[in-house]
């Protein structure tokens, strides 16, 4: 094992920054290329679950507001401007996430939606609708609530 692989291991703080002032000083042949390799993608991976994470908070909390009308309350709206306005951020950094929110990210959360939905209201998860009812525009529309 290499110095930074060994560095890697035994203090990634320190990894990072040597890595870092390698990359910044042009010393491309003396970095530890696999290993940015692997934290690069997870950090694409962190992201993406970021926003499957807010979307599911996102999605029950519109499913609440939905089918429990009488619970309805500030917090629930604080809840609901948070998730959207994170969603927002995290699609301004990387707008390639949008694709993968029309294209998996709905698919992923919705399941999870549906079991909090139910875990917090009591509700079965067969009362709430199989698929998500909502678009992707009315989830990231900070006016619309259901």
């Known amino acids: 094992m290499n110095r930074l692989a060994n560095e890697y291991e035994q203090d990634f703080y320190q ?11 042009g010393k491309l042949t003396e970095i530890d290329i696999l290993h940015i390799a692997e934290e690069l993608e997870s950090m694409g991976k962190r992201d993406r679950r970021e926003l499957v994470s807010r979307l599911t908070v996102l999605l029950a909390h519109l499913l609440k507001w939905q089918f429990q009308p009488h619970f309805r309350s500030k917090s629930w709206q604080f ?11 995290l699609l ?3 707008p390639s996430l949008k694709k993968y929110l029309h294209e998996e990210g709905m698919l992923e959360a919705y399941p999870d939606a549906l079991e909090m ?15 998500c009812p909502y678009s992707i525009e009315q989830l990231l529309d900070k006016i619309f609530y259901p």
């Open 15 to 25: 990894w990072t920054q040597h890595n870092a002032q390698l990359l910044r000083e």
């Open 79 to 89: 809840t609901l401007r948070e998730q959207r306005t994170q969603i927002a951020k």
């Open 92 to 94: 301004k950094d990387s």
């Open 117 to 131: 939905a139910s875990d917090e209201t009591g509700l079965l998860v067969s009362a709430f609708p199989e698929r």
